[in-house]
């Protein structure tokens, strides 16, 4: 069957170009890192905006957020690639060699995701009981106190796993970086290789990049359980 | 905008200040040389799969007869410029976004397979020609299709953002052709619909067709038919208005068509194996490049 | 810079009426897309969701190796699977009728609404095996003494308030999936909301209005979505389980 032969052509087509696959898989690591990080910090501030009393940064969070709870990833991407890039080069001070396809990438990234990030965190703020505030401030905390010190550090660790599975939702949704030019672990395999091949070495390159995704995404959550189980143990 | 023009006042500033500074530029630098002088990099946009004009080799550097004018117009800029180790980058365009990333100033030109055209002509300028072809048909050798009338009510594949493409459309709509065409983003994709027999036949530049075919798992399999539906010239892409810049690319272009180099360029793309599959294309050099490489110009077909 | 305010309502170069009517083709275009999705989604979805509830350890398995593989993949690697290689495995006359006959759009919409639905029904296999298994086990114990059978349990009382109790996140899935249904501009020149990007500009070359334009029209979209649900779910609620969810 032709499946097969797709299939034993992988390895040959992989070690002969491995280089670009691994800059490739360097990049979709590169911008889901950064988007993880900086998301959550981001989503963090939003998530207390969104539970200030303060009027104006409460509603300029429920805005960000809904905006960019409603539209496609995609779509976001378009606008900080086709629309945006000067700003972004004036606004980050980007010399004029930098790589602005990636850093707009990463930059639509970091915001998108963290919008969906600030709805677990309030969640998980949300989720710690109300007495916790009361004793915090029976204490003699501040209201930033209780929440440095008492609520986040407990909501945290109730969103671990929510947050982990955002992660690897978002490491998912690096593949549509491709569709920008980039050269992701997606955009390596099938673009660079797949494509310029030609003949069937892009069906090959298709399901290569589909049973790396898969082994990534299936056995990160689960290596990082056995290693915290591990560190408890 | 206003930011733009005071970022303009800055950079002509800094030329001004260049030029007093006693460095050897003669003319005072605007646009885009002005702003690879001040920046010290010059991106130039390519495409990945547009074999065999600007493409990926198997080594992934970006080769190809637009890809060799490309690198002659970095050259004549170094020497103008008077900057030797000017800092290149590459950056992949494809027909859908190259237009935009100009004009958003993510990078400097273009030389790939870009139709210079009077509608294109209103956002962007061009080159003189670097190469002209005629639209045709890629379809299945043993098919008896071998005009437009024998895909009545048919699939046919085009790239997206491509002239043919606006053609194509112009043309179903209106002789009623009833046509079904499919719009991949770019040439690689196409291809492969004609060759899963999603389409019974790509419509793209001839030159290009012979490209793909030149990937197919069979190329024998593929034909290339039809009287032309048009004649397109393509140019290196620029910024509009940017006249200081088009002049130092038209010269260098014109250079190299008068001198010779244009053909062994040519030859070497056309008429002898090229990468990725070593096949050769086999296109013989047309009248109409002939007479562009004896007077150098640069006018639209359309 | 200038901003074109108007284009929507100008002339299209195919001759084919203003750009709105490439717009409102699009939105159409998108919002079946995301329809016919669902429709796949949520059958296979309950029915796997199911699976996963039941007291038989190979439907068990099998429900959890089919929600691994497609919540493990990419959706775009997962399109690039349907659209590009499934094809070529349909054999005889079907695949002849499939790829040359039928009109190429509607090809690539089946094909891409088969990847979107099929991810999609992953995700809401979970949610409806939440839904089951979070009820009240009494329910369960309540349907055995009466008397009713397995399927008549699932049937009149389990599924029931399951759905029920995860209208709202089957609500995200729903935005998620209108939202998901852009990864289709990348098929065949599918010209859905994010298609119509592209190709718009080509011949426009005005990326803001347009741009603007679109994330106006799927912000509309989602929230009348969120509005429509919200109404659907006080409709079903039922009053004693409130406290439940």
């Known amino acids: 069957m032709q499946l097969f032969q797709w299939i034993a052509d992988i390895p040959t087509l992989v070690m002969n170009n491995y280089p670009i696959l691994l800059q490739g898989l360097w990049l979709t690591v590169r911008i889901t890192f950064t988007a993880i990080v900086v998301g959550i910090i981001w989503g963090t501030f939003l998530a207390l905006m969104r539970l200030s009393n303060n009027k104006i940064l409460n509603s300029f969070a429920k805005i960000y957020v809904t905006t960019f709870r409603s539209i496609p990833l995609l779509l976001v991407l378009m606008w900080f690639y086709f629309a945006l890039p000067q700003m972004i080069k004036h606004l980050f001070h980007l010399g004029p060699d930098a790589d602005i396809g990636t850093s707009c990438a990463i930059i639509a990234f970091t915001l998108f995701e963290a919008a969906y990030y600030s709805e677990i965190i309030r969640a998980g703020i949300n989720a710690v009981s109300k007495g916790q505030y009361h004793a915090a401030s029976a204490l003699g905390m501040t209201r930033s106190q209780s929440m440095r010190l008492i609520i986040l550090p407990q909501a945290f660790r109730a969103m671990v796993p929510l947050l982990l599975t955002q992660g690897i939702i978002l490491f998912q949704d690096t593949a549509l970086v491709s569709t920008i030019g980039l050269v992701d672990l997606l955009g390596a395999a099938v673009k660079r290789i797949g494509e310029n091949i030609g003949s069937t070495a892009e069906y090959s390159m298709i399901i290569f990049v589909a049973i790396t995704y898969f082994i990534i995404c299936f056995g990160t959550p689960r290596l990082i359980r056995k290693i915290s189980y591990f560190k408890k143990g | ?302 | 810079m200038t901003f074109n305010w108007t284009l929507f309502f100008q002339s299209t170069p195919y001759g084919d009426g203003i750009y709105f009517n490439w717009l409102l083709n699009s939105a159409m275009l998108t919002l079946s897309l995301a329809a016919t999705a669902w429709i796949i989604a949520f059958i296979l979805g309950s029915i796997v969701g199911i699976m996963r509830t039941v007291d038989s350890k190979i439907l068990n398995r099998l429900a959890i190796g089919y929600i691994e593989l497609f919540r493990n993949i990419p959706l775009f690697v997962q399109m690039f699977i349907w659209y590009t290689i499934m094809p070529l495995f349909l054999t005889g006359s079907f695949k002849e009728w499939f790829i040359q006959e039928l009109d190429p759009d509607i090809q690539t919409f089946i094909l891409v609404s088969i990847a979107l639905g099929l991810f999609t029904s992953a995700r809401i296999a979970e949610q409806v095996r939440t839904g089951i298994q979070t009820l009240p086990i009494g329910q369960r114990y309540a349907a055995t003494a009466l008397g009713l059978s397995k399927f008549q349990t699932y049937r009149y009382i389990l599924l029931p308030n399951a759905y029920r109790k995860i209208v709202p996140t089957l609500t995200s899935e729903m935005t998620n999936i209108i939202k998901n249904s852009s990864i289709a501009s990348q098929f065949g020149g599918l010209r859905e909301l994010v298609g119509l990007i592209t190709s718009m500009n080509d011949q426009t070359n005005s990326i803001i209005e347009i741009l603007c334009v679109i994330t106006i029209t799927y912000m509309i979209i989602n929230y009348s979505v969120i509005t429509i649900m919200r109404f659907v779910e006080k409709k079903t609620r039922l009053p004693n389980m409130m406290s439940g969810g």
């Open chain 2, 1 to 302: 905008m206003n930011k733009k023009t005071k970022l303009t006042k800055l950079v002509l500033s800094l030329a001004m200040l260049g030029l007093m500074s006693g460095t050897a530029v003669a003319e005072e630098l605007s646009g885009t040389l002005a702003k690879i002088k001040d920046s010290g990099v010059i991106v130039v946009g390519h495409r990945e799969s547009s074999i065999p004009f600007s493409y990926y080799n198997e080594k992934q550097e970006v080769v190809g007869y637009s890809q060799d004018y490309s690198n002659l117009i970095v050259d004549a800029v170094k020497k103008e410029l008077n900057m030797p180790d000017l800092k290149v980058k590459y950056l992949p365009v494809t027909s859908k976004t190259r237009i935009q990333l100009l004009n958003n100033h993510t990078y400097d030109f273009e030389c790939g397979s870009t139709t210079n055209n009077l509608e294109r002509q209103k956002v962007v300028d061009f080159s003189d020609t670097i190469f002209i072809v005629g639209t045709r048909f890629l379809v299945k050798t043993d098919s008896n299709i071998n005009s437009i009338n024998d895909l009545k009510g048919k699939n046919v594949v085009t790239t997206a953002g491509t002239t043919s493409e606006v053609r194509l459309n112009q043309i179903n709509n209106r002789d009623g052709l009833k046509i079904r065409i499919i719009a991949p983003t770019d040439h690689g994709n196409a291809f492969k619909s004609l060759e899963t027999g999603r389409a019974s036949a790509f419509l793209m530049d001839d030159a290009l067709l012979a490209g793909e075919r030149s990937r197919a798992i069979n190329p024998a399999e593929w034909k290339i038919i039809g009287e032309p539906l048009s004649y397109e010239s393509y140019g290196c892409m620029l910024r509009k208005g940017d006249t200081q810049f088009k002049q130092l690319i038209d010269k260098t272009i014109a250079n190299a068509q008068t001198s010779g180099k244009a053909l062994e360029s040519y030859n070497r793309w056309f008429t002898q194996p090229v990468p990725p599959s070593g096949v050769n294309l086999e296109l013989e050099i047309s009248p109409k490049m002939v007479e562009l490489f004896a007077n150098p110009n640069d006018k639209a077909l359309d």
